[in-house]
């Protein structure tokens, strides 16, 4: 089903009743708990794959929670992923002539080894692979499935993220359990590692690293040691070296997010899209894989520009435009005066700054809530000839959409990164 559930059906006297569980897919066998009854369907949670499937092919990564699928053959995947998109447009968005205005299907020129942005965390509570028993000490990795609070060694490479640096972030891990701190101990809520972030340029091959700790006991960790111990184990690839002081609680993406301090090189790193350059800083939003970045945003562009032919004589609205990218590309494409508009001030930060480096003029960008920017500049009702909209997972909510539609564009392109919330 959408989303990545495998659907399981149990025959009772009154038919079958449907089993959702998240990560699984057909012809496993695994084991599941029920966290929600309905009188026709179930949702669970995956506990363990007890069998594989059939479909499945050995791969020399480390299996993670994150990647469920990675050992699919990848025409198998683009067919889950195709079939359950489209049956979300017909089930959600009532759409059940979908196959006759559908386009194509685009492949990711990488299959592996793609993710340019990667969040690792630190646990004192520990899960052993081979073993399959937890363990109290220190860990760096992801969160075991289905927990917030156990992580697992990454010991070699994902296949998601780049393959030298996975297989030497067991260094890293060796480098801080040495230094006598602890790490985090999620339940108890104290310690003092908690999570290592690492952005990736493809354009230049480069690595940007952001060490979150909290301020316990911080005066005890040499910072210009780890700083000389980073720089000898990534060389010429580490562009910067950054360390936040985080003690939130909280467990979340959010919490990430710090004033940073630079420990070496820049805070940045640069990445090309269609022939501009893009400056990013670890908070800003970016396709996280680029490669497939720029086939997206080439066809955004020829959405915005087909039958579109009076496209420079318009005003172009980009909402939710984080760095500023599609804008940016249709500006130096086109005449149009652009607009962006994107509630995250670092990221409006980083897209005038990227629009001065390419030289581009007829572009300006707002840092703002899109549905408050909405209402206030009215003076674009009837002015705007395309509007893009990008929005996060959840979608635009059913207010700004509804400002969008009074707006009175001739067109509209709305990329999303979630059928279901689009279909809607």
Same mark, same amino acid.
């Given at each position: ?299 955004? $562009? ?6 579109? !032919?009076?496209?420079?004589? %318009? @005003?172009?609205?980009? #909402? +939710? ?34 629009? $001065? ?6 572009? !300006?960008?707002?840092?703002? %809530? @899109?549905?408050?920017? #909405? +209402? ?49």
């Amino acid at each position: 089903a959408f989303g990545g559930k495998g659907i399981a059906k149990i025959n009772t006297p009154d038919g079958d009743y449907v089993i959702f569980i998240p990560n699984t897919f057909t012809g496993q066998t695994v084991s599941a708990r029920v966290v929600k009854r309905r009188k026709k369907h179930a949702e669970c949670k995956l506990v363990e794959i007890i069998e594989k499937s059939p479909l499945e092919e050995d791969m020399p990564f480390q299996p993670i929670s994150g990647a469920p699928f990675i050992n699919l053959p990848i025409a198998v995947q683009k067919e889950f992923k195709k079939d359950s998109c489209l049956n979300v447009y017909k089930r959600i968005g009532r759409c059940n002539n979908i196959e006759e205005v559908f386009d194509e299907y685009i492949e990711s020129p990488q299959i592996y080894h793609y993710r340019n942005k990667m969040e690792y965390s630190f646990s004192a509570i520990g899960y052993d692979l081979k073993t399959k028993e937890e363990f109290d000490g220190f860990a760096l990795g992801f969160k075991k499935r289905g927990t917030w609070w156990i992580v697992e060694n990454l010991e070699k490479e994902s296949g998601i993220f780049d393959e030298e640096f996975e297989n030497k972030l067991h260094l890293i891990k060796t480098y801080c359990e040495n230094s006598g701190l602890p790490a985090w101990h999620p339940p108890k809520k104290v310690g003092f590692f908690r999570y290592l972030v690492v952005r990736k340029s493809y354009k230049d091959n480069q690595l940007l690293l952001k060490l979150v700790t909290s301020d316990t006991n911080i005066e005890q960790f040499d910072f210009k040691a780890f700083t000389d111990f980073v720089i000898d184990l990534l060389g010429d690839r580490l562009a910067g070296l950054l360390h936040t002081i985080n003690n939130d609680i909280g467990d979340n993406a959010q919490s990430r997010i710090g004033d940073d301090t630079l420990l070496y090189g820049k805070s940045t790193i640069n990445e090309d899209l269609l022939g501009l350059s893009f400056e990013i800083s670890m908070q800003s939003f970016f396709q996280t894989n680029p490669k497939c970045a720029e086939l997206l945003y080439k066809k955004t $562009i020829e959405y915005a520009l087909d039958g579109n !032919e009076n496209i420079s004589d %318009d @005003v172009v609205m980009d #909402l +939710f435009c984080g760095t500023g990218t599609i804008g940016q590309i249709i500006a130096s494409k086109t005449n149009a005066k652009v607009i962006g508009v994107d509630i995250v001030a670092e990221a409006i930060e980083n897209a005038k700054e990227n629009a $001065i480096k390419n030289n581009i003029k007829n572009v !300006e960008f707002f840092a703002a %809530d @899109v549905n408050k920017f #909405l +209402f206030e500049y009215p003076e674009y009702q009837n002015k705007i000839g395309t509007i893009i909209l990008d929005p996060p997972r959840a979608g635009i909510s059913g207010k700004a959409l509804k400002r969008v539609i009074e707006l009175n564009g001739n067109h509209i392109v709305y990329v999303s990164c979630n059928p279901a919330t689009q279909a809607r």
